[in-house]
């Protein structure tokens, strides 16, 4: 009985603006879907389906990117003047969250963001200029001390400094611990759901964490009927995610490396979703 052998073909396609990847012909896009007749030969489609075409040109809209808009959510804004930084986040109509931010020494950015692709937890990080710290309180510990022991009857005099020896240390100490609290501070950094990609960010003094807690929790929620209002696949989630970081990539919200870093994890989740191996027929 002659053997019945099944090719397989592979094409290259090209388009602007696009990852080049290797794809299974005659099938449909996005995702190969599981197939299971009877047979004998088991193939593992699993390298196939993460080689998958993912094109970022698309008619599709997947965000308004407007900056108008009505407000509908909650919002927060923290300004840091002793640091030079601003941050204002508002949720509105349309499922988007739109940002406003302002560093030293930088251009203020406006932009919005769709909120099914924001992580609902945000990560909260918290700098302590402990070296800075010790220094000041050791600074000033010893002015004191010195200023101290000079006014006594009967101290040795060494001990007897000039005033300006003692205003010098006692301005020092003071000039360190400024530099102490400009080094401590609180960052609250919202990222994409896979990408991992930064989208926000406050950066402020002790606190600021907890003055965000009641946003950040409305925020959840809202990020949560994004999601709900707009049902998909878990294979077309992804490569809207995909497009939306092209999309910030354009306005310069996200840097070049930044969007490749996270390009790469979209697409290693998008390969997770596949499924494993499956039958076909010979």
Same mark, same amino acid.
């Given at each position: 009985?002659?053997?019945?052998?099944?090719?397989?073909?592979?094409?290259?396609?090209?388009?602007?603006?696009?990852?080049?990847?290797?794809?299974?012909?005659?099938?449909?896009?996005?995702? !190969?879907?599981?197939?299971?007749?009877?047979?004998?030969?088991?193939?593992?489609?699993?390298?196939? @389906?993460?080689?998958?075409?993912?094109?970022?040109?698309?008619?599709?809209?997947?965000?308004?990117?407007?900056?108008?808009?009505?407000? @509908?959510?909650?919002?927060?804004? @923290?300004?840091?003047?002793?640091?030079?930084?601003?941050?204002?986040?508002?949720?509105?109509?349309?499922?988007?969250?739109?940002?406003?931010?302002?560093?030293?020494?930088?251009?203020?950015?406006?932009?919005?963001?769709?909120?099914?692709?924001?992580?609902?937890?945000?990560?909260?990080?918290?700098?302590?200029?402990?070296?800075?710290?010790?220094?000041?309180?050791?600074?000033?510990?010893?002015?004191?001390?010195?200023?101290?022991?000079?006014?006594?009857?009967?101290?040795?005099?060494?001990?007897?400094?000039?005033?300006?020896?003692?205003?010098?240390?006692?301005?020092?100490?003071?000039?360190?611990?400024?530099?102490?609290?400009?080094?401590?501070?609180?960052?609250?950094?919202?990222?994409?759901?896979?990408?991992?990609?930064?989208?926000?960010?406050?950066?402020?003094?002790?606190?600021?964490?907890?003055?965000?807690?009641?946003?950040?929790?409305?925020?959840?929620?809202?990020?949560?009927?994004?999601?709900?209002?707009?049902?998909?696949?878990?294979?077309?989630?992804?490569?809207?995610?995909?497009?939306?970081?092209?999309?910030?990539?354009?306005?310069?919200?996200?840097?070049?490396?930044?969007?490749?870093?996270?390009?790469?994890? !979209?697409?290693?989740?998008?390969?997770?979703?596949?499924?494993?191996?499956?039958?076909?027929?010979?």
């Amino acid at each position: 009985m002659p053997r019945r052998t099944t090719a397989f073909r592979f094409r290259r396609t090209e388009a602007p603006d696009c990852d080049l990847r290797l794809v299974l012909t005659g099938t449909d896009f996005p995702s !190969i879907q599981p197939v299971t007749p009877s047979g004998t030969i088991r193939v593992d489609f699993a390298e196939a @389906i993460q080689a998958e075409h993912i094109c970022l040109e698309t008619e599709e809209t997947v965000v308004d990117g407007r900056l108008g808009g009505k407000q @509908i959510g909650p919002s927060l804004r @923290i300004a840091d003047r002793f640091r030079g930084c601003e941050t204002e986040l508002a949720v509105l109509e349309g499922h988007r969250l739109a940002v406003r931010s302002r560093r030293p020494r930088q251009i203020e950015r406006r932009y919005v963001v769709d909120l099914r692709f924001v992580d609902s937890t945000p990560v909260i990080g918290r700098r302590i200029a402990s070296r800075c710290w010790q220094a000041c309180v050791a600074l000033a510990t010893v002015a004191v001390l010195s200023g101290w022991l000079s006014t006594l009857d009967g101290a040795p005099a060494w001990l007897h400094l000039r005033p300006s020896v003692w205003l010098a240390s006692i301005v020092v100490a003071i000039g360190t611990g400024v530099l102490a609290l400009y080094r401590t501070y609180e960052r609250i950094e919202f990222l994409s759901l896979h990408g991992r990609a930064r989208l926000a960010e406050i950066t402020g003094g002790l606190g600021s964490s907890r003055a965000a807690a009641s946003f950040t929790t409305g925020l959840a929620r809202r990020i949560e009927d994004a999601r709900t209002h707009r049902q998909q696949s878990a294979q077309q989630f992804l490569r809207d995610e995909l497009r939306e970081h092209r999309r910030l990539l354009g306005e310069s919200v996200l840097s070049e490396k930044a969007y490749q870093a996270s390009k790469q994890r !979209i697409l290693q989740s998008h390969g997770r979703q596949a499924v494993g191996p499956i039958e076909h027929t010979t």
